[in-house]
Each structure stands twice: as C-alpha cells, then as structure tokens.
C-alpha cells in the first residue's frame, strides 16, 4: 500500500520545539520532491517547506524560517520537520505530501501551540 505516515505532533508551549516525522510505505522517496503543508483551523492548506531528493534544495515560507528546519534520511524512506520556537500562529494539522497539490499525502499530524 503507498501511503505516508506522519508523527511527532502534540502540544507545546509557545516557544516549545517539535520533531515531525513522515514515513513512506509502498513506494521509495529516494527520487521524490517532498513537501510539509499544514491546515490551520480555519483556514486553507498552506505550503510550509520542501526538500529536493538529494536534500540539497530547500525552501520554506518566510513565517517559519529561521525556526523550522526540513531535512531527509531517504536511507529511512523519511523527512523530518524540525520545529523551534513554535508559535500560536504555527497550530495546525501538518502534512508531507509529494506535491503542494494533489499526489500523494499521509493523514497528517496535529500541532498545538497552547500556553
């Protein structure tokens, strides 16, 4: 079966740090662009980062650089998102996905940001 996992969500302190993990199955990210997206309550799915497949290409959106950092272990079949800092703004249900639209996207994790 080709799905993608996440894991690591939860709730955190504003401030607080967070380690998301997005896991494939059925198919190998060794040749994939992949994606973190996330949905605020709300609010529309929104692009947050995305790695290239040597992870040498990277991008995030400006609200979260400095303080998210994307990376991957394709020996894993994973991409990580490691989040600092986290804010009230950032709570959201996060996704990896293998495209901003469309492809294929795991059921996602839930970050809250809650003091």
């Known amino acids: 079966q080709v799905q993608l996992v996440e894991s690591g969500g939860g709730l955190v302190q504003p401030g607080g740090s967070l380690r998301l993990s997005c896991t494939a199955s059925g198919f190998s990210l060794e040749n994939v662009w992949m994606y973190w997206l996330r949905q605020a309550p709300g609010r529309g799915l929104e692009w947050v980062s995305d790695i290239g497949n040597l992870g040498l290409t990277i991008s995030y959106r400006d609200s979260v650089k400095g303080r998210f950092t994307i990376s991957r272990d394709n020996a894993k079949n994973t991409v990580y998102l490691e989040m600092s800092n986290l804010q009230l703004d950032d709570t959201a249900v996060y996704y990896c996905?293998?495209?901003?639209?469309?492809?294929?996207r795991g059921q996602g994790t839930k970050v809250t940001v809650s003091s």
């Open positions: 996905a293998t495209s901003r639209s469309g492809g294929i």
